[in-house]
C-alpha cells in the first residue's frame, strides 16, 4: 500500500469591511474610463459613504445595452459591523484581492461584451440616500466630485432585464447585471 500525503492550504486575508466596499468600488471605476484623478474623489466619498452605488454599462449611439451594478447599503452596514465587527475576511472561496466572484466576474464580462462591440465602458455613481434626503448637501457633494446635480446616465435601448445578487458573506452588499 502506497501512502498519499495530502495538504491543505489556508490562509485568511482580513480587512475592514470599508476596505472590501472601497476596494469593490475601485474595481468598478477601474473597468470604466474614469481618470484616476476622479476615481481618487470618488473613493474618498465612498470612505465618508456619500454614494451607495456605482455602476458600468455600454453605450450605444446614446442608449444603454448593458449595465452592473454595486450597491451597498449604509444601514445595513452598520448593522453587520454591530453584528461581526469592522473586519471581514476576504479570504472566503472565489474572492481574490479582496473581490468577491459575484462582482469580479460580472465586471469583466462586461468589460468583455465592450470590447467584442468596440464600446467604451462608462460609469455612474449614485449618492447615498442620507446625501439625496438634503437636497444642499447633495447638489455641494454633486460639485465636489465634478457631477452635474441631477444628472442623468442614457436611456435603455430595450427594457432591461435585472438580476441581482447579494454578495456572498458581504451582507451589505449587493451585484445587480441589467442587459436590453
Same mark, same amino acid.
Not at 122 to 129: F, K, L, N
Given at each position: 500500500m502506497i501512502a498519499i500525503k495530502t495538504y491543505t492550504k489556508s490562509y485568511s486575508y482580513t480587512r475592514t469591511r470599508i476596505g472590501i466596499i472601497d476596494d469593490h468600488f475601485e474595481m468598478f471605476l477601474k473597468c470604466s474610463d474614469i481618470s484616476k484623478h476622479d476615481s481618487k474623489l470618488l473613493l474618498? =466619498?465612498?470612505?465618508?459613504?456619500?454614494?451607495?452605488?456605482?455602476?458600468?454599462?455600454?453605450?450605444?449611439g446614446g442608449y444603454r445595452l448593458a449595465e452592473v451594478e454595486f450597491e451597498i447599503d449604509w444601514d445595513e452596514h452598520e448593522?453587520?459591523?454591530?453584528?461581526?465587527?469592522?473586519?471581514?475576511?476576504?479570504?472566503?472561496?472565489?474572492?481574490?484581492?479582496?473581490i @468577491?466572484?459575484? =462582482?469580479?466576474?460580472s465586471a469583466q464580462r462586461l468589460v468583455k461584451a465592450a470590447r467584442e462591440v468596440n464600446k467604451?465602458?462608462? @460609469?455612474?455613481? #449614485?449618492?447615498?440616500?442620507?446625501?439625496?434626503?438634503?437636497a444642499d448637501r447633495h447638489k455641494a457633494v454633486c460639485d465636489k466630485l465634478g457631477y452635474s446635480y441631477g444628472s442623468t446616465v442614457p436611456e435603455w435601448k430595450n427594457p432591461p432585464r435585472e438580476v441581482g445578487r447579494r454578495v456572498?458573506?458581504?451582507?451589505?452588499?449587493?451585484?445587480? #447585471? #441589467? @442587459?436590453?
Open positions: 474618498e =466619498a465612498v470612505e465618508r459613504k456619500e454614494l451607495s452605488a456605482v455602476g458600468i454599462y455600454i453605450e450605444d448593522r453587520m459591523i454591530g453584528i461581526e465587527g469592522v473586519y471581514f475576511d476576504a479570504g472566503q472561496p472565489g474572492w481574490e484581492e479582496g @468577491s466572484p459575484e =462582482a469580479y466576474v467604451p465602458v462608462c @460609469s455612474w455613481i #449614485r449618492v447615498s440616500p442620507e446625501v439625496r434626503s438634503d456572498n458573506g458581504l451582507q451589505e452588499a449587493k451585484v445587480i #447585471r #441589467r @442587459s436590453s
